[in-house]
Protein backbone atom coordinates (compact mmCIF):
# COMPACT_ATOMS: atom_id res chain seq x y z
CA UNK A 1 0.00 0.00 0.00
CA UNK A 2 1.11 3.20 -0.54
CA UNK A 3 1.86 5.42 2.16
CA UNK A 4 3.52 9.14 3.22
CA UNK A 5 6.06 9.51 6.29
CA UNK A 6 6.67 13.46 7.05
CA UNK A 7 10.18 12.82 9.81
CA UNK A 8 9.18 15.49 12.55
CA UNK A 9 5.70 16.76 13.20
CA UNK A 10 7.19 20.03 14.33
CA UNK A 11 10.91 21.69 12.85
CA UNK A 12 11.93 24.89 14.07
CA UNK A 13 14.15 27.32 12.46
CA UNK A 14 15.80 30.77 12.42
CA UNK A 15 15.05 33.43 10.46
CA UNK A 16 17.38 33.39 7.32
CA UNK A 17 18.53 30.17 7.98
CA UNK A 18 17.79 26.52 5.75
CA UNK A 19 14.89 24.92 5.88
CA UNK A 20 15.22 21.43 5.44
CA UNK A 21 11.29 19.23 5.27
CA UNK A 22 11.63 15.34 5.36
CA UNK A 23 9.24 13.70 3.06
CA UNK A 24 9.33 9.29 2.68
CA UNK A 25 7.06 7.83 0.15
CA UNK A 26 6.40 4.21 -0.66
CA UNK A 27 4.95 2.75 -3.84
CA UNK A 28 4.89 0.39 -6.10
CA UNK A 29 5.27 2.51 -9.05
CA UNK A 30 6.89 5.94 -9.51
CA UNK A 31 3.70 8.02 -8.51
CA UNK A 32 3.72 12.00 -8.81
CA UNK A 33 4.74 13.94 -5.83
CA UNK A 34 3.42 17.46 -4.47
CA UNK A 35 4.35 19.60 -1.68
CA UNK A 36 1.26 21.80 -0.07
CA UNK A 37 1.50 24.66 2.49
CA UNK A 38 -1.35 25.49 4.89
CA UNK A 39 -1.34 28.79 6.48
CA UNK A 40 -3.49 29.52 9.94
CA UNK A 41 -7.11 29.44 9.14
CA UNK A 42 -6.56 28.63 5.63
CA UNK A 43 -7.06 25.74 3.10
CA UNK A 44 -4.35 24.07 1.88
CA UNK A 45 -2.37 25.37 -1.55
CA UNK A 46 -0.03 23.63 -3.97
CA UNK A 47 4.08 24.76 -3.30
CA UNK A 48 5.53 21.91 -6.24
CA UNK A 49 5.02 19.31 -7.79
CA UNK A 50 6.28 16.57 -9.64
CA UNK A 51 5.51 14.15 -12.53
CA UNK A 52 8.37 13.23 -14.28
CA UNK A 53 10.95 14.60 -16.03
CA UNK A 54 13.85 17.26 -14.32
CA UNK A 55 14.29 15.81 -10.66
CA UNK A 56 14.55 19.00 -9.11
CA UNK A 57 11.52 21.45 -9.05
CA UNK A 58 11.08 24.71 -7.98
CA UNK A 59 8.09 26.28 -6.68
CA UNK A 60 6.25 29.51 -5.40
CA UNK A 61 8.18 31.54 -2.12
CA UNK A 62 12.03 30.10 -3.26
CA UNK A 63 11.09 26.43 -2.51
CA UNK A 64 12.32 23.56 -4.13
CA UNK A 65 12.38 19.72 -3.93
CA UNK A 66 14.24 17.26 -5.37
CA UNK A 67 12.60 13.58 -6.26
CA UNK A 68 15.33 11.28 -5.45
CA UNK A 69 14.08 7.67 -6.77
CA UNK A 70 16.67 5.13 -4.94
CA UNK A 71 15.61 7.09 -1.54
CA UNK A 72 12.39 7.35 -2.66
CA UNK A 73 12.67 10.20 -0.97
CA UNK A 74 11.10 14.25 -1.92
CA UNK A 75 12.62 16.60 0.67
CA UNK A 76 11.53 20.17 0.74
CA UNK A 77 14.00 22.70 1.25
CA UNK A 78 14.59 26.61 1.14
CA UNK A 79 17.83 28.46 1.74
CA UNK A 80 16.61 31.35 4.21
CA UNK A 81 13.95 31.41 6.25
CA UNK A 82 11.42 34.12 6.40
CA UNK A 83 8.74 34.51 9.78
CA UNK A 84 6.27 34.10 6.69
CA UNK A 85 7.01 30.78 6.31
CA UNK A 86 5.77 29.17 9.05
CA UNK A 87 3.03 27.16 8.51
CA UNK A 88 2.21 23.50 7.86
CA UNK A 89 3.32 22.03 5.23
CA UNK A 90 2.26 18.67 3.81
CA UNK A 91 3.92 16.17 1.48
CA UNK A 92 1.66 13.69 -0.72
CA UNK A 93 1.56 11.47 -3.58
CA UNK A 94 -0.66 10.34 -6.22
CA UNK A 95 0.10 6.66 -7.32
CA UNK A 96 -1.39 7.08 -10.30
CA UNK A 97 -3.78 4.09 -10.09
CA UNK A 98 -7.43 3.78 -10.87
CA UNK A 99 -6.94 7.04 -12.75
CA UNK A 100 -5.39 9.05 -10.44
CA UNK A 101 -8.06 10.13 -8.43
CA UNK A 102 -6.51 9.06 -5.13
CA UNK A 103 -4.09 11.61 -3.55
CA UNK A 104 -2.10 10.52 0.04
CA UNK A 105 -1.03 12.78 1.91
CA UNK A 106 1.75 12.86 4.62
CA UNK A 107 0.53 13.67 8.44
CA UNK A 108 2.09 17.34 7.86
CA UNK A 109 5.11 19.32 9.33
CA UNK A 110 4.82 22.72 11.42
CA UNK A 111 7.26 24.87 10.53
CA UNK A 112 7.96 27.65 13.16
CA UNK A 113 10.60 30.33 12.74
CA UNK A 114 11.81 32.27 14.70
CA UNK A 115 13.05 36.08 15.00
CA UNK B 1 -12.75 34.94 -7.98
CA UNK B 2 -12.52 32.17 -5.91
CA UNK B 3 -11.66 29.22 -7.38
CA UNK B 4 -13.35 26.87 -4.82
CA UNK B 5 -15.84 28.19 -1.99
CA UNK B 6 -17.15 26.42 0.44
CA UNK B 7 -20.29 27.74 2.87
CA UNK B 8 -20.34 28.17 5.33
CA UNK B 9 -17.00 28.69 7.04
CA UNK B 10 -18.01 28.65 10.66
CA UNK B 11 -20.95 26.33 11.71
CA UNK B 12 -21.70 25.48 15.49
CA UNK B 13 -24.49 22.92 16.04
CA UNK B 14 -25.78 20.50 18.79
CA UNK B 15 -25.53 17.02 19.35
CA UNK B 16 -28.20 15.12 17.31
CA UNK B 17 -29.05 18.07 14.87
CA UNK B 18 -28.90 17.70 11.09
CA UNK B 19 -26.12 19.80 9.14
CA UNK B 20 -25.10 20.25 5.07
CA UNK B 21 -21.69 21.98 3.50
CA UNK B 22 -22.25 22.95 0.69
CA UNK B 23 -19.54 23.18 -2.25
CA UNK B 24 -18.48 25.05 -5.53
CA UNK B 25 -15.62 25.33 -7.92
CA UNK B 26 -16.06 27.28 -11.20
CA UNK B 27 -12.40 25.58 -12.27
CA UNK B 28 -13.90 23.40 -14.90
CA UNK B 29 -12.64 20.41 -12.95
CA UNK B 30 -14.42 17.27 -13.16
CA UNK B 31 -13.27 15.90 -9.71
CA UNK B 32 -14.11 16.88 -6.28
CA UNK B 33 -13.45 15.81 -3.02
CA UNK B 34 -14.17 15.75 0.85
CA UNK B 35 -11.72 15.93 3.52
CA UNK B 36 -11.53 16.16 7.00
CA UNK B 37 -9.03 17.75 9.31
CA UNK B 38 -8.84 17.07 12.76
CA UNK B 39 -7.27 19.04 15.61
CA UNK B 40 -4.05 17.57 14.78
CA UNK B 41 -4.04 18.67 10.70
CA UNK B 42 -4.17 15.14 9.87
CA UNK B 43 -6.01 15.15 6.30
CA UNK B 44 -8.33 12.06 5.98
CA UNK B 45 -10.10 11.71 2.67
CA UNK B 46 -13.99 10.79 2.79
CA UNK B 47 -15.42 11.12 -0.62
CA UNK B 48 -14.72 11.64 -4.31
CA UNK B 49 -16.66 12.32 -7.34
CA UNK B 50 -16.06 11.93 -10.62
CA UNK B 51 -18.40 13.73 -13.19
CA UNK B 52 -21.50 13.29 -10.70
CA UNK B 53 -20.66 9.72 -9.89
CA UNK B 54 -19.04 8.55 -6.86
CA UNK B 55 -15.37 7.09 -6.60
CA UNK B 56 -14.05 7.16 -3.52
CA UNK B 57 -16.05 6.24 -0.38
CA UNK B 58 -14.00 5.88 2.41
CA UNK B 59 -14.91 4.50 6.17
CA UNK B 60 -17.18 7.19 7.23
CA UNK B 61 -20.52 6.09 8.91
CA UNK B 62 -23.29 6.19 6.66
CA UNK B 63 -24.47 9.56 8.85
CA UNK B 64 -22.37 11.03 5.47
CA UNK B 65 -24.22 11.61 2.51
CA UNK B 66 -22.37 13.43 -0.24
CA UNK B 67 -24.40 14.69 -3.10
CA UNK B 68 -23.39 15.99 -6.42
CA UNK B 69 -26.13 17.65 -8.45
CA UNK B 70 -23.56 18.66 -11.41
CA UNK B 71 -19.70 18.85 -11.46
CA UNK B 72 -19.05 21.83 -10.25
CA UNK B 73 -20.91 21.42 -6.89
CA UNK B 74 -20.39 18.91 -3.97
CA UNK B 75 -22.53 19.21 -0.94
CA UNK B 76 -22.14 17.32 2.23
CA UNK B 77 -25.00 16.08 4.62
CA UNK B 78 -23.90 14.94 8.16
CA UNK B 79 -27.39 13.93 9.71
CA UNK B 80 -27.28 12.78 13.94
CA UNK B 81 -24.22 14.79 14.63
CA UNK B 82 -21.61 13.35 17.65
CA UNK B 83 -19.01 15.26 19.41
CA UNK B 84 -16.34 13.49 17.24
CA UNK B 85 -17.48 14.75 14.06
CA UNK B 86 -16.27 18.09 15.34
CA UNK B 87 -13.75 19.31 12.97
CA UNK B 88 -12.32 21.27 9.73
CA UNK B 89 -14.26 20.07 6.43
CA UNK B 90 -12.26 20.55 3.14
CA UNK B 91 -13.69 20.45 0.01
CA UNK B 92 -11.22 19.83 -2.85
CA UNK B 93 -11.13 19.78 -6.57
CA UNK B 94 -8.72 18.59 -9.50
CA UNK B 95 -8.97 16.81 -13.31
CA UNK B 96 -6.96 13.64 -13.50
CA UNK B 97 -7.88 12.97 -16.56
CA UNK B 98 -6.38 16.06 -18.12
CA UNK B 99 -3.29 15.76 -16.00
CA UNK B 100 -4.06 17.89 -13.56
CA UNK B 101 -3.44 15.71 -10.25
CA UNK B 102 -3.01 18.93 -8.02
CA UNK B 103 -5.90 19.68 -5.52
CA UNK B 104 -7.48 22.79 -5.51
CA UNK B 105 -8.96 23.08 -2.21
CA UNK B 106 -11.56 25.10 -0.76
CA UNK B 107 -11.12 27.53 2.70
CA UNK B 108 -12.92 25.40 4.66
CA UNK B 109 -15.94 24.99 7.19
CA UNK B 110 -14.68 24.55 10.32
CA UNK B 111 -17.71 22.42 12.88
CA UNK B 112 -17.67 22.67 15.77
CA UNK B 113 -20.45 20.08 17.79
CA UNK B 114 -22.16 20.93 20.74
Known amino acids: AQSVTQLGSHVSVSEGALVLLRCNYSSSVPPYLFWYVQYPNQGLQLLLKYTTGATLVKGINGFEAEFKKSETSFHLTKPSAHMSDAAEYFCAVNPLEGGGFKTIFGAGTRLFVKA | DTAVSQTPKYLVTQMGNDKSIKCEQN?????MYWYKQDSKKFLKIMFSYNNKELIINETVPNRFSPKSPDKAHLNLHINSLELGDSAVYFC?????????????FGPGTRLTVL
Open chain 2, 92 to 104: ASSRPREGVTEQF
Open chain 2, 27 to 31: LGHDT
